[in-house]
């Protein structure tokens, strides 16, 4: 009978208990309810997984080295994480996402480095690792740079798809090359694979417009935990592979999710023109936009039974919602009622608008998703409107030559009244006119959001 590695058997079931708490943690973050409960489980299972490693076998008393690593890491994510604005989280959470996929694709040169004798589907594994692992990195770093505002608008040119595809297709066959020869490929050909893989990543992402950066984000998410579960294979560590089959399922099924409140397939994310102005001849709008103060706002407002609140990444730049809540308790506090309706895609990443909400304290229960708020709108006497564009634009129903065009929408035009919080005349983000602009029952309020919610609050304050 062999003897039994009780150090090995702790290691083992220290990396499960910590797989097992963050499939825990992350149902808990199902609900906002249980959100913070399920932050706290995962990063204790984080910290479990990090502070057993210590004693692994494979680490040959690196010690120093990983403390280093693990405390400037730490410091810089503590002191980033302290200080980043609500408005800056969706770019927060692309750089974190790049970082994880950068730290498995750095495993896996470390592992092909070596150059040791392993079966070839360990070795397969290691390879589709890395590739997956640095596009999300890249690809990762090119959507914080458009979020962050360093790269603007977007980068095309003739025989673009054509060009990424033929990169793809040469680093997959530098792969293959790398998986079939064994211990025997060149490190200038394993140092090719992975330059090709990073230039891939940002390839496919510059073409992309801003608008589908929440759908690009949680691609990016999915390739980075599928990334990491592989190479939890290859190391044969349960918690990375555990952990990265939860990341790159939930990942997936986001992905999915955002697609289809958007009515589109993620071919069509990735390789579309939607997210600038150049989508095709859209119908033409009739009609002029009509402005409104903010006094007649809070008149209206003040006397309606029923307000419908529809945030967007507006409400998020003016950092508004602790306004747009105080003005909330005030129309409750006059008898009406008042109810929140998010729409899938709003703001810049997947919850945007619920974190930003639950930030300034808004209930749970008075916020509402795009099914269950839709059939409300004929009802509602005023919808307010503030910093959404897109989510709310009929074009999306009517206008068969709108990019956006079958986008299950936000119903806002169905209510009687319709206040729209703008600062300016332009098109939102994605570049598309918005025709609920130019409606009959749509009234605008210019100004800055944080501005016009205080105005709105002053004047229900003086009826």
Do not use: C
């Amino acid at each position: 009978m062999e003897d039994f590695d009780l150090l090995n058997f702790v290691i083992q079931a220290t990396y499960f208990i910590a797989a097992l708490l963050f499939i825990l943690g992350l149902k808990q973050m199902g609900s906002p309810m249980t959100a913070r409960r399920g932050i706290v489980w995962a990063g204790v299972g984080m910290v479990m997984a990090t502070l057993i490693t210590y004693f692994h076998h494979e680490i040959n008393h690196n010690y120093i080295w990983m403390t280093i690593a693990i405390g400037i890491g730490g410091a810089i994510a503590y002191v980033s994480g302290k200080k980043v604005a609500m408005t800056d989280m969706p770019q927060m959470i692309a750089l974190y996402n790049g970082m994880g996929g950068g730290a498995a694709a750095a495993i896996a040169a470390v592992i092909l480095l070596k150059q040791d004798e392993m079966p070839m589907t360990i070795q397969a594994l290691a390879v589709i690792g890395a590739m997956i692992g640095t596009v999300a990195f890249s690809g990762s770093l090119v959507a914080y740079a458009k979020l962050q505002g360093l790269m603007r608008g977007v980068i095309r040119f003739p025989m673009q798809q054509f060009f990424n595809a033929l990169v793809f297709v040469v680093a997959l066959t530098i792969g293959l090359a790398i998986i079939l020869n064994g211990t025997e490929y060149s490190m200038t050909l394993l140092a090719v694979f992975f330059v090709l893989a990073l230039a891939f990543g940002v390839m496919v992402t510059v073409p992309i417009g801003g608008a589908d950066m929440p759908v690009v984000i949680s691609l990016f998410n999915a390739l980075t935990g599928l990334a990491v579960g592989f190479e939890g294979y290859v190391l044969s560590n349960p918690a990375m592979m555990i952990a990265g089959i939860v990341v790159g399922s939930a990942g997936t099924l986001l992905t999915q999710l955002m697609a289809k409140a958007m009515n589109r397939p993620i071919s069509n994310v990735l390789f579309s023109n939607f997210g600038d102005a150049d989508g095709g001849e859209a119908e033409a709008v009739n009609g002029s936009m009509k402005e409104i103060d903010a006094t007649d706002v809070a008149v209206m407002m003040a006397f309606a039974e029923k307000v419908v609140i529809i945030p967007g990444y507006g409400m998020a730049v003016a950092q508004a919602q602790h306004k747009v809540w105080e003005m909330t308790k005030q129309l409750q506090e006059r008898g009406a009622t008042v109810k929140f309706a998010i729409h899938p895609v709003a703001g810049r990443m997947p919850g945007h608008m619920n974190v930003l909400l639950a930030e300034a304290g808004v209930p749970y229960d008075i916020i509402y998703d795009l099914d269950e708020i839709n059939e409300e709108f004929p009802t509602t006497d005023v919808v307010l409107v503030i910093g959404a564009n897109d989510v709310v634009n009929p074009a999306a129903r009517t206008d068969p030559n709108s990019p956006i065009y079958g986008m299950p929408i936000l119903n806002a035009d169905y209510a009687k009244n319709v206040i729209v919080v703008k600062r300016g005349k332009g098109t939102g983000f994605s570049g598309i006119e918005n025709h609920l602009f130019f409606a009959d029952n749509t009234r605008m309020l210019y100004g800055d959001g944080q501005d016009v919610a205080n105005d709105l609050v002053t004047s229900l304050k003086e009826l």
